[in-house]
């Protein structure tokens, strides 16, 4: 073991099970190991580096920032952060947008402002929230409990009140009294990469409009072009009372947002929420370099990337089936472990993810087409395949 792994099991608290790689450098969708070893990487930083590694644009607009001002408090105004506000709402039809650093950030700050719509119009009482089982909305003690899988709250009692888990029933949701929102990802990142069902979709978002609860969108992983789509909610054909986003936005750097349409633009005031570090201008210029890069010859692109992934695992023995959308997704495994396949393909210089017993793809939205010919060529030889000579 180097002396930097050393370190880390020294100084860093083992919170995460990290595999045996020190990544050292990377550019584009490769990056390098201490060695020098190359790796295509199909992970992204979880979905954070949208414009893989160290893209040269991104670069000079966040050093160019850096030499100008790094922070200041949210008590005055600046450049970047009004900038992207307004390049967020004007490709999303939001109305207004607050910026913190995380996704579960985000998520809080749509809980708070859920709250406080049905607060100031229908008084107290009206405060719960409804998730759906498999969700994952965050690690934060609200979120966490805003998370429906019982796996996942082990250790951590008690919990906030005020949640409500439901089935991906439209009936028992109906059922639930004293809701203001419900929030949802339309596709369950770490739940396994499960795409929500359209019909059910389009059913909770027209209950909700009858009955003035906020519809939230959890677009934390799928949001930024991660789908093909620049948000998700595209896909389904419904524009969200309140969308969540991070990841993607910064290309590399803590960032979160949430977007908020008419009915709730006004709802929260001066001293109801805030953030130190949100709308730091550094991370700001970052964030509007890629909605500069994110057009829709790149949101074609990353469609048919998805596409081509799908049909080159496509009958492979080994795999039952492959889900998601976009650059989002998640391989059902017939045989083998998912951790398993990963340290496999790890070994051969390509890094995949899991999602519950899934093997996880969220590759660089900017990945080229023989980067990915090269990963699933490794993806096939690692799995039991009935035609392993399949290429591009």
């Given at each position: 073991?180097?002396?930097?792994?050393?370190?880390?099991?020294?100084?860093?608290?083992?919170?995460?099970?990290?595999?045996?790689?020190?990544?050292?450098?990377?550019?584009?969708?490769?990056?390098?190991?201490?060695?020098?070893?190359?790796?295509?990487?199909?992970?992204?930083?979880?979905?954070?580096?949208?414009?893989?590694?160290?893209?040269?644009?991104?670069?000079?607009?966040?050093?160019?920032?850096?030499?100008?001002?790094?922070?200041?408090?949210?008590?005055?105004?600046?450049?970047?952060?009004?900038?992207?506000?307004?390049?967020?709402?004007?490709?999303?039809?939001?109305?207004?947008?607050?910026?913190?650093?995380?996704?579960?950030?985000?998520?809080?700050?749509?809980?708070?402002?859920?709250?406080?719509?049905?607060?100031?119009?229908?008084?107290?009482?009206?405060?719960?929230?409804?998730?759906?089982?498999?969700?994952?909305?965050?690690?934060?003690?609200?979120?966490?409990?805003?998370?429906?899988?019982?796996?996942?709250?082990?250790?951590?009692?008690?919990?906030?009140?005020?949640?409500?888990?439901?089935?991906?029933?439209?009936?028992?949701?109906?059922?639930?009294?004293?809701?203001?929102?419900?929030m949802l990802e339309f596709i369950q990142g770490e739940g396994g990469v499960i795409p929500q069902n359209k019909q059910f979709i389009a059913q909770v978002y027209d209950y909700c409009k009858e009955s003035d609860i906020l519809f939230i969108a959890d677009e934390v992983q799928t949001g930024v072009g991660r789908t093909g789509k620049f948000l998700c909610s595209e896909h389904y054909g419904v524009h969200p009372d309140v969308t969540t986003l991070a990841k993607g936005l910064g290309g590399g750097l803590p960032v979160g947002a949430m977007l908020v349409g008419e009915k709730c633009e006004n709802v929260m005031g001066a001293g109801t929420h805030g953030s130190t570090f949100g709308?730091?201008?550094?991370?700001?210029?970052?964030?509007?370099?890629?909605?500069?890069?994110?057009?829709?010859?790149?949101?074609?692109?990353?469609?048919?990337?998805?596409?081509?992934?799908?049909?080159?695992?496509?009958?492979?023995?080994?795999?039952?089936?492959?889900?998601?959308?976009?650059?989002?997704?998640?391989?059902?495994?017939?045989?083998?472990?998912?951790?398993?396949?990963?340290?496999?393909?790890?070994?051969?210089?390509?890094?995949?993810?899991?999602?519950?017993?899934?093997?996880?793809?969220?590759?660089?939205?900017?990945?080229?087409?023989?980067?990915?010919?090269?990963?699933?060529?490794?993806?096939?030889?690692?799995?039991?395949?009935?035609?392993?000579?399949?290429?591009?």
């Open positions: 073991m180097d002396e930097i792994k050393q370190k880390d099991k020294k100084y860093i608290l083992g919170t995460y099970g990290r595999f045996d790689l020190h990544i050292v450098r990377g550019s584009g969708a490769e990056c390098e190991d201490e060695q020098g070893k190359k790796y295509i990487d199909l992970g992204s930083g979880i979905g954070v580096n949208c414009l893989g590694y160290c893209d040269g644009g991104w670069v000079k607009a966040v050093e160019k920032q850096l030499e100008t001002l790094q922070h200041t408090s949210n008590l005055y105004y600046t450049t970047p952060g009004a900038e992207l506000a307004e390049a967020l709402c004007e490709r999303t039809g939001y109305k207004k947008v607050f910026f913190c650093n995380s996704g579960a950030e985000a998520n809080e700050a749509a809980i708070k402002t859920a709250r406080k719509y049905s607060f100031d119009k229908y008084g107290a009482g009206r405060d719960k929230i409804i998730t759906l089982d498999k969700s994952f909305h965050g690690r934060t003690m609200a979120t966490l409990t805003a998370t429906a899988q019982e796996a996942m709250h082990n250790y951590f009692f008690p919990f906030n009140e005020g949640f409500v888990y439901c089935g991906k029933d439209i009936e028992e949701i109906k059922k639930q009294e004293g809701v203001c929102a419900v709308g730091n201008p550094v991370v700001c210029a970052g964030g509007k370099y890629v909605l500069s890069r994110i057009d829709e010859k790149l949101l074609e692109e990353v469609a048919a990337k998805g596409e081509y992934i799908k049909s080159r695992l496509e009958g492979v023995k080994g795999v039952k089936s492959v889900s998601g959308l976009g650059l989002m997704l998640g391989i059902e495994l017939d045989g083998k472990k998912a951790a398993d396949v990963v340290k496999e393909c790890m070994a051969k210089g390509v890094i995949p993810l899991t999602a519950k017993d899934r093997v996880r793809l969220l590759p660089p939205l900017i990945i080229t087409m023989e980067q990915l010919a090269r990963a699933m060529d490794v993806l096939i030889q690692v799995l039991p395949v009935s035609n392993p000579s399949r290429t591009l």
